[in-house]
């Protein structure tokens, strides 16, 4: 069974930087739609960023112009590249493919005022 793996999360100040990395056990990005989703404490999972099965990128409201998608398929992963960070973007983040198969574990965000 593909696994996913998150990972590149950590903690930042606001204004910062991170990347993250979700690296699929098999070529399930391919011609797959795929989405970073996140999850704040006390709240539900929420979609942030994805690609379309055609390869389009869409982004929430909430980070567009400041995170960008990206993927290698050679390498079977897909990047998150979050600037300006806010600590409203505090949250375990997390992909998958649509349709959805079974989650990883995430990677933690946290950003600092």
């Known amino acids: 069974q593909v696994q996913l793996v998150e990972s590149g999360g950590g903690l930042v100040q606001a204004g910062g930087s991170l990347r993250l990395a979700c690296t699929a056990s098999?070529?399930?990005?391919?011609?797959?739609?795929m989405n970073w989703y996140r999850q704040a404490p006390g709240k539900l999972r929420d979609w942030v960023a994805g690609?379309?099965?055609?390869?389009?990128?869409m982004y929430g409201d909430s980070v567009k112009g400041r995170f960008t998608i990206s993927r290698d398929n050679t390498k079977n992963r897909v990047y998150l590249q979050m600037n300006s960070l806010k600590p409203e973007d505090t949250a375990v983040y997390y992909c998958?493919?649509?349709?959805?198969?079974?989650w990883g574990q995430g990677t933690q965000v946290t950003v600092s005022p």
């Open positions: 690609f379309t099965s055609g390869g389009s990128t």
């Open positions: 998958n493919i649509l349709p959805l198969i079974p």
């Open positions: 098999g070529d399930i990005f391919r011609g797959n739609a």
